[in-house]
Structure formats: C-alpha cells, structure tokens
C-alpha cells in the first residue's frame, strides 16, 4: 500500500513540474512580447529623435548667420543621421529577434511534447513495474502459505482457502500487467512514430 502511495506521489511530482514548465513557458512568451515591443519603441523613438534633428538641422542651416551656427547645423546632422542609422538597425535587430525568439518558441513547444511523451511513457513503465513486484509479491506469499500447509498432515484448509484466493488474485493482477505491458509498448510505438 506504501508503495502505491509514493508512486502516486511521485507521479504527482512529475506532473506538477510538467505544469510548472508550461507555466514557465507561458511567462517566457510574455518575456518575449516585452523585449519585442521595447525594441520596437526603441527603434520607433530613434527614429523620431533622427527626423527631430533633421527638421532643426534644416531650420538651422537656413536661419544660420555666423559660422558657428553653421557648424552646430553640421553636428546636427550627423547626430541626425546617427539617430535614424541606428532606427534602422533596431528595426533589422527587432527583425532578427522575432526570427530567432519564434524558433526558440517552437522548440520549447517540442520540448514540452518531449516532456510529456516521456512523462507517459515512464509512467506506463512505473504501471507494469509495480504489477511485476504485486505478482512476485504474491508468488512468495503462495510459496509460504504451500509450505506451511504442507507440514500439517491432511493440509490446513484455511491456508488452502486462502492460497486460492492469492491465485485468483495472481490471475487478475496477469490480466492487469498484461494490458499495461500493451499501454507501454503502444506508448512506445506512439513516440517513435510522433519524433522520426
């Protein structure tokens, strides 16, 4: 009883970290919409800051009567330049980042799918395992129950009764490892044909 306790426990486990991950991978999305969108109004403001000197650049070179307030226009303009220089390269960088982020996004989506497969799969194989001890278990129980009846002249029927009964149970426990060994192997078979 023990044991199924902690197998149940330890699925359990198993699943609240599948859950987490999801969870995790949901915040992770969120994450990546932020870093798009601050890039986006980065890219969006420098370009705003660049046509901003322009428009003074502009205004200064036609209003400029000293040579200084030419050169100041001149500075003007190569801040200008450099302000819409590096708009452009946020952009082309906003543009990379979504190429690489859904990438990464498509593989934690097979990742999680991973998970899980391999999740079902060891779970299955944790089923068929705890059915082989149940039966070993049981056989060793018949043995002791045999053995001690056979001491007694005649047989005791109350241990005879109840070697029948673990039998029965032996049968139905069979039947039970047979339809998880049929679980596991399709849960196999599913894997191998969803990841080839």
């Known amino acids: 009883m023990k044991t199924h306790e ?6 359990w486990k198993v699943v609240k970290e599948a859950d987490d991950e999801y969870n995790d991978r949901e915040w992770e999305d969120v994450e990546a919409e932020a870093l798009i969108k601050a890039q986006q109004d980065m890219g969006e403001t420098m370009g705003a800051l660049g046509l901003a000197f ?3 650049t502009k205004f ?9 307030q030419r050169i100041r226009a001149a500075d ?3 801040i200008a330049t450099a302000a819409v220089k590096a708009s452009r390269a946020c952009r082309d960088l906003n543009t990379q980042s979504v190429k690489y982020l859904d990438t990464l996004h498509e593989h934690l989506g ?3 799918s991973v998970h899980t497969a391999f999740f079902d799969r060891s779970s299955a194989l944790l089923t068929v395992q705890t059915l082989m001890s149940d039966l070993a278990s049981l056989q060793s129980r018949i043995e002791k129950l045999e053995a001690a009846a056979s ?9 005879l009764r109840k070697v029948e009964e673990l039998r029965e149970t032996i049968r139905a426990t069979e039947d039970a490892k047979c339809c998880a060994l049929r679980e596991y192997e399709r849960i ?3 894997i191998l044909h969803a990841f080839n």
Not at 60 to 68: F, G, I, N, Q, V
Not at 151 to 159: L, N, T, V
């Open 6 to 11: 902690a197998q149940g426990k330890k699925r």
């Open 54 to 56: 322009i428009k003074l």
């Open 60 to 68: 200064e070179t036609e209003e400029a009567l000293y040579d200084s």
């Open 76 to 78: 003007s303009k190569l």
């Open 110 to 112: 097979i990742m999680l």
């Open 151 to 159: 001491k007694i002249f005649g047989g005791d029927r109350a241990r």
């Open 188 to 190: 196999k078979v599913t």
